[in-house]
């Protein structure tokens, strides 16, 4: 079952994320997704199974300039994790599914995603779930200070 976040569940969201970011500072990140979802662009959302949160889900409504999108806006999967014990038994995809149809409930045409180069799990599984690669990106960086 899906469930949107909350104050009374945010908690366990983070402590979910936090095995996806795990570079991250739990303080800064709780208080991050605290303020971000008290927005009608950023949303979150828990998957329960077995009585207990097994999955997050992060997407954001996007009007800036998305890689790869030919629209404005864009219903962006900002992030989405798992629970090893409970992958490949289509929780991630029931994730998308439930997606489209908010891009499709607030009128948007396109859904978009990224992952690092690396992450070819990542890839897969979104070219499995019907999203197509667009382009390859990579970053720059130059310290001059």
Do not use: W
Request: proline share 3%; aromatic share 12%; hydrophobic share 35%.
């Amino acid at each position: 079952m899906i469930i949107p976040v909350d104050t009374n569940n945010l908690k366990e969201y983070v402590d979910l994320a936090m095995l996806l970011f795990p570079d991250e500072e739990y303080k800064e990140e709780y208080e991050m997704y605290k303020e971000s979802f008290k927005t009608d662009k950023e949303m979150g959302y828990l998957y329960q199974a077995d009585n207990k949160y097994v999955g997050m889900m992060h997407i954001s409504v996007r009007s800036d300039y998305v890689n790869g999108t030919d629209t404005s806006p864009v219903l962006f999967l900002e992030a989405i994790y798992v629970l090893p014990d409970y992958r490949k038994k289509g929780v991630a995809r029931k994730f998308i599914e439930f997606a489209e149809n908010i891009a499709k409930e607030k009128e948007i045409t396109q859904l978009a995603s990224d992952c690092l180069l690396e992450n070819t799990i990542s890839e897969l599984f979104h070219k499995s779930c019907g999203f197509r690669e667009e382009e390859r990106v990579i970053c720059f960086v130059k310290d001059v200070g």
